[in-house]
């Protein structure tokens, strides 16, 4: 029972990584949108660039992984 809802979390496709992805931009961007209003100026667009910073290097993460997900089974076969 665990196993299955445990499969649910998992990336298995490039596809899904991109749809995560794009979560994750549009939560990034709302809560950029947050720190422009909340602190204008410098601070706020510095703010705004490191957490859509943070999705370019997370987004970079998980396809990095899906790559090597799939050389470490095909080497396993």
Known sequence: MF???GRLFVIKSRFEA???I???ALGATARGANYLHEYPGW???LLFLATT???FMAGAKILDCLK???AAREAQR
């Open 18 to 20: 991109f749809l995560i």
């Open 53 to 55: 910073g943070a999705v």
């Open 3 to 5: 196993r299955k809802i």
């Open 43 to 45: 601070g706020g667009k």
């Open 68 to 70: 090597h997900e799939k």
């Open 22 to 24: 794009y979560a994750l």
